[in-house]
């Protein structure tokens, strides 16, 4: 192999190497964005995107939880007969006139608002 064939080749594996960096970089700063401090409390969550319709206090008394025929996540017959997993299904899917939030919240972050509706639970 003469010396321009051999710096050539050392060129193209140093391109190569250097996108396969940027696309890891990337691939590793996008995951952050949803698991790192970026990431939303599920408090956070439940205020800006639940809270309208559901209430605070999760009464669903709010005129707009009316009129949309909100769940009342106080209801205790409604929480002993949902599953966790009916739960995170309607959170993804939507339900009715609730929309669904399946490609705006991650799967962890639609996880982690289980427990706030649980938290309802006997209020």
């Known amino acids: ?3 321009s064939r051999f710096i050539k080749a050392l060129g193209i594996v140093a391109v190569l190497a250097l996108w396969l960096n940027t696309s890891l970089t990337t691939q590793a700063a996008r995951t952050n964005e949803v698991t790192g ?3 939303k409390t599920a408090e956070e969550i ?25 769940r ?22 939507g339900k009715g006139k609730m929309p669904a939030f399946g490609k705006k919240l991650s799967q962890d972050e639609i996880k982690s ?3 706030i509706v649980r938290g309802f639970k006997g209020q």
């Open 1 to 3: 192999m003469n010396i």
């Open 37 to 39: 401090a970026a990431a």
């Open 46 to 70: 439940y205020s800006s995107d639940c809270a309208k319709c559901h209430g605070k206090d999760g009464r669903a008394k709010s005129m707009h939880g009316k009129m949309v025929h909100a």
């Open 72 to 93: 009342d996540f106080t209801d205790a017959q409604w929480q002993s007969q949902t599953s966790d997993e009916q739960i995170i299904k309607s959170i993804a899917d």
């Open 113 to 115: 608002l289980v427990p």
